[in-house]
Structures are given as C-alpha cells and as structure tokens.
C-alpha cells in the first residue's frame, strides 16, 4: 500500500495489490495511537477476535471495538468470520501488512508503503 501527497486530492493512501484507498491521515491517526498499536502488534502472527484482543492487550472491550473499527477503517486490519462447530462465529481480525515504510520525496510526496512478506489466504485458493 501506498499513500501519497496529491494536488487535487489532498492525503491518500492506495493499495497497489487490493484495489482500496484509504486515507493517509487515517493510517497515520491508528499508528500514533497507542491502543492501535498493541492491537497490532497481538496480530503479528495470528487472526484474534476482539475478546481474545481485549485480554491480550489489556485494553477494555468497548475501547477494543473502536480501535478495531479505527484499524478497518484505515485498511491496516481486516475483518474476517471465524466459523466454530458450535454455530457461534465470530469476527476475527487480521493484520493486512508486515512492514511500514514512510517517506518524504520532492516530486513524490509523502508515501506510505505496507509492505507483506506473506500471501493472503485468499491469493492462496
């Protein structure tokens, strides 16, 4: 993903692989945040529901679920269902990136690049 500077539009950020923008501000809001930030890093290696979010963290749920909207929103995490045998799913959240990357160009601007190292589970059907 990429953010740029642009004349007309002001701040954005664009993905290069998932046809999504997203707004730079945005990203950068979530990534100040420090709730936003251990809601990430507890997503490194693992999709977690909001629950198991609220725990790890130690962040109260109802906090939780705006950081949670807050990350969706700025396209750093997604939403996915977590089907159980029982019949009780629940939403699971997945870091979409690896690695931030931030600069400042003359000509280009600013730019934001979330870079992954790992395929989606969908590039992978």
Do not use: N, W
Request: contains cysteine.
């Amino acid at each position: 993903m990429a953010a740029e500077v642009h004349p007309k539009d002001g701040l954005r950020a664009t993905t290069e692989d998932r046809s999504s923008v997203a707004d730079c501000g945005a990203i950068l809001a979530a990534l100040e945040d420090p709730d936003c930030r251990a809601l990430l890093e507890a997503t490194t290696d693992e999709a977690l529901t909001a629950g198991e979010l609220t725990e790890r963290c130690d962040v109260p749920r109802s906090t939780t679920y705006r950081k949670l909207e807050q990350l969706t929103e700025a396209g750093l995490v997604e939403e996915r269902v977590r089907l159980s045998t029982d019949g009780k799913h629940a939403s699971e959240y997945r870091r979409t990136f690896d690695d931030v990357t931030i600069s400042l160009g003359e000509s280009e601007g600013l730019t934001i690049g979330l870079s992954s190292s790992v395929a989606t589970p969908e590039a992978a059907d």
